[in-house]
């Protein structure tokens, strides 16, 4: 159940400059991904007809026993090295067959010379999130937001769906999990006493510091306590998945550990998510390993864990194909019947933003987006290549939740806004339909 990835230079660009900079034996925080990958139809084979919330638990297994064997040989090495004061911090992946470690140049060096190895990487790649517009205070009016009312969400409710039994898995700054808005609705796992994982500062609180998580879990699940009404599905549950955000970047690997928590938390296995919202990417310019990246979404899919992704903030400054940010340029589990190109599903449902009279807002980045030239998938041939996004929803002058108290709101706009407007809607689909 393997398949190929044609090898390259292993060190890449990023991370020669960063040795560049820095002392021989400090350490750097890389990522090591290997050159073979579980092939991702016979995956989806292997958990064919398998209830949805077992086939993630399976998915997990799998891919784990998968990377445990590819792993071992490099992973001796860097535990002797580690003894050696070379190495630190070794964390491995199955969600992709990779393992993170902090290392020395001539350990990188070593590893340079591997043929197992698909590429090493810099850990860290810059991210820009959206800030709030200004402070709303509590409404007592009790309104409901224009973004909840334009996507019609409360004739759902009226029928009875509200997100019951669905958990999101959130993946952003982390949760303002006191907010009298959130509270109630917040993942509970004994494990996990508040509600999901800081994989930024490896601890079990997951508390917001920025506020762009709470803005988004709000607008999935924020039940109008305050006085503004704010989620799509107020009876859904967040499991908040802190990633770093406090430096303008954000580590790769802290991502692919938060999917693979949602797809099967490490302490409670069958506990995981029904879906991702991800409010975050990285433009072409910033060096993202897309086929990794594609890789991964591959993977989680095979779970029956679909992605919600964030297009990107580009409009007129990058443009197609390469005006999508990754991993938003990954294929939907859909074909587009329009699409011209041909190309293989995948698992992203990547989401541009609109405002309140329907218009596309002038920052949302458009598609479509190629795949010819990065291996092992060359498909999506451009032009005419992928349509994308997928979806398009509320964007822009988004009221939500605040970080920094717990019953005020904030405005922000981006397509960070308009992703979790949609993981909304597959989570009150959901509640409709639970297989």
């Not at 709030?132 to 004739?155: C, M, Q, S």
């Not at 508390?207 to 709000?218: N, Y």
């Not at 949602?262 to 879906?275: E, K, M, R, W, Y």
């Not at 451009?382 to 988004?398: E, I, K």
């Amino acid at each position: 159940m393997i398949s190929w990835i044609p090898g390259f230079a292993l060190v890449s660009p990023q991370l020669e400059r960063v040795m560049s900079r820095k002392k021989p034996d400090e350490l750097i925080g890389i990522n090591i991904v290997f050159q073979v990958q579980m092939n991702s139809q016979e995956l989806r084979a292997a958990v064919a007809g398998l209830p949805r919330r077992e086939k993630r638990v399976r998915v997990a297994e799998i891919l784990k026993e998968f990377s445990d064997s590819q792993q071992q040989a490099a992973l001796e090495y860097l535990e002797a090295m580690a003894k050696q004061g070379s190495v630190a911090d070794i964390r491995t992946f199955w969600i992709n067959n990779a393992i993170y470690c902090r290392a020395s140049a001539a350990v990188i060096a070593d590893l340079d010379q591997r043929d197992d190895i698909y590429y090493i990487d810099y850990d860290l790649k810059p991210v820009e999130l959206e800030r709030p517009l200004y402070a709303v205070p509590p409404d007592v009016t009790r309104e409901i937001d224009w973004g909840v009312l334009k996507i019609r969400a409360d004739l759902v409710w009226s029928l009875g769906y509200t997100g019951q039994g669905v958990v999101v898995g959130m993946i952003d700054t982390g949760v303002n999990y006191n907010h009298v808005d959130l509270s109630d609705h917040m993942w509970n796992d004994p494990n996990y006493p508040n509600h999901g994982w800081n994989f930024e500062l490896n601890s079990n609180n997951p508390m917001d510091e920025q506020g762009h998580g709470t803005h988004t879990a709000g607008t999935v699940a924020s039940d109008g306590t305050a006085g503004s009404q704010c989620g799509v599905a107020p009876d859904a549950q967040i499991m908040a998945l802190r990633v770093r955000t406090q430096a303008d970047s954000i580590a790769e690997s802290q991502v692919w550990a938060a999917m693979e928590f949602v797809v099967s938390p490490p302490l409670s296995p069958a506990n995981g998510g029904d879906l991702i919202s991800m409010s975050l990417g990285w433009q072409y310019a910033w060096a993202p390993q897309r086929a990794t990246w594609r890789t991964s979404c591959d993977n989680v899919g095979a779970a029956d864990v679909v992605m919600i992704v964030a297009a990107g903030n580009e409009r007129g400054t990058n443009y197609p194909p390469e005006a999508l940010r990754c991993p938003g340029d990954v294929p939907s589990p859909w074909r587009h019947p329009e699409n011209g190109a041909m190309g293989a599903l995948s698992d992203v449902v990547t989401i541009g933003a609109t405002d309140s009279l329907d218009n596309i807002a002038s920052f949302s980045s458009p598609g479509p987006v190629t795949w010819q030239s990065v291996a092992p998938f060359n498909d999506y041939t451009y032009p005419p290549g992928l349509t994308t996004p997928d979806v398009s929803a509320p964007g822009v002058n988004v009221k939500s939740c605040a970080y920094n108290n717990t019953s005020g709101y904030t405005l922000m706009s981006g397509t960070s806004m308009a992703t979790p407007h949609t993981a909304g809607v597959v989570a009150l689909m959901l509640s409709r339909k639970p297989g």
